[in-house]
Nanobody, 118 residues
């Protein structure tokens, strides 16, 4: 499984961005896919996940502002980020989980930088 993230950039506070993560390889085997982020000097944290059945989870800090969705036909997961805040500035990483026989496999895409300015 390979993950290709895109969509980061510079945006003013209050603005919006949409990140995309396109999967290739054995995409149908993915059970969970989502986004993490890492701000300077901080640990990487989960932002949002979407599960195979379609359910989603969000970090409390982004609930009501971010929306994760997917287009199965395009093998792409999106993160729509609205009402961006300065503290949303981070490198965002796409992450996927594949469950094998007695094994869990984690896959990471390259990061995409989101910078929110005042």
């Amino acid at each position: 499984v390979q993950l290709q993230a895109s969509g980061g950039g510079l945006v003013q506070a209050g603005g919006s961005l949409r990140l995309s993560c396109t999967t290739s390889g054995n995409s149908n085997s993915i059970s969970t896919i989502g986004w993490y982020r890492q701000a300077p000097g901080k640990q990487r944290e989960l932002v949002a996940n979407i599960f195979r059945g379609g359910s989603t989870t969000y970090a409390d800090s982004v609930k009501g502002r971010f929306t994760i969705s997917r287009d199965n036909a395009k093998n792409t997961v999106y993160l729509l980020m609205n009402s961006l805040k300065l503290e949303d500035t981070a490198i965002y990483y796409c992450h996927a989980i594949r469950i094998g026989v007695g094994m869990r496999y984690d896959y990471w895409g390259q990061g995409t930088l989101v910078t929110v300015s005042s």
